[in-house]
T-cell receptor, first 116, second 112 residues
Framework: AQKVTQAQTEISVVEKEDVTLDCVYE???????LFWYKQPPSGELVFLIR??????QNEISGRYSWNFQKSTSSFNFTITASQVVDSAVYFC?????????????FGSGTRLSIRP | DAGVIQSPRHEVTEMGQEVTLRCKPI?????LFWYRQTMMRGLELLIY????????DSGMPEDRFSAKMPNASFSTLKIQPSEPRDSAVYFC??????????FGQGTRLTVV
């Protein structure tokens, strides 16, 4: 079975602090893709990153960085020097190529609040 | 590219009425997904199409829900008759091959 767990329901930090959002996934497939999406207060879902199971290289994009570790089945997301505009719900998601027939399975989301 | 376009953005309807949600995927994308988002259940996949063909509709709640994709640039999700528990935000998403899915802005449905 495929599953994505985001144990942190809500996080609140003061602006300029660093914050890490955790994501743990479960799958028996060897080929899969992991994603992060952002849902700001306006409601749309914004794609942030895709990572495939064969590429464990960490990625940095500006203040955003992602740490993918297959050994712990985790794909964590860190925001450095957080800003109020980062306030949103963040979803981690998983897609496998075979057993789930190409569905994207979302975690329950982490609501991040950045206080000025 | 204009992105995935959904209409209407908001819909308020009375219980028992038919509701039709519309989606225009990104041109060239061969997969189309309909999701529903509620506080209680989060993001749920209702149905998805590949090359206009429904592949998996196991997430459709019941027979009151139906979805069609008559061509590569248009899909509908219909609820008939609608019930208050159908109130949610409905998202359409599309993707090309093995890439990431892009979501529309959603339709907020309220059934009173």
């Amino acid at each position: 079975a495929q599953k994505v767990t985001q144990a942190q329901t809500e996080i609140s930090v003061v602006e300029k602090e660093d914050v890490t959002l955790d994501c743990v996934y479960e799958t028996r497939d060897t080929t899969y893709y992991l994603f992060w999406y952002k849902q700001p207060p306006s409601g749309e879902l914004v794609f942030l990153i895709r990572r495939n199971s064969f590429d464990e290289q960490n990625e940095i994009s500006g203040r955003y960085s992602w740490n993918f570790q297959k050994s712990t089945s985790s794909f964590n997301f860190t925001i450095t020097a957080s800003q109020v505009v980062d306030s949103a719900v963040y979803f981690c998601a998983l897609r496998t190529e075979y057993s789930s027939a190409s569905k994207i399975i979302f975690g329950s989301g982490t609501r991040l609040s950045i206080r000025p | 590219d204009a992105g995935v376009i959904q209409s209407p953005r908001h819909e308020v309807t009375e219980m028992g009425q038919e509701v039709t949600l519309r989606c225009k995927p990104i041109s060239g994308h061969d997969y189309l997904f309909w999701y529903r988002q509620t506080m209680m259940r989060g993001l749920e996949l209702l149905i998805y199409f590949n090359n206009n063909v429904p592949i998996d509709d196991s997430g459709m709640p019941e027979d009151r829900f139906s979805a069609k994709m008559p061509n590569a640039s248009f899909s509908t999700l219909k609820i008939q008759p609608s019930e208050p528990r159908d109130s949610a935000v409905y998202f359409c998403a599309s993707r090309r091959g093995n890439t990431e899915a892009f979501f529309g802005q959603g339709t907020r449905l309220t059934v009173v």
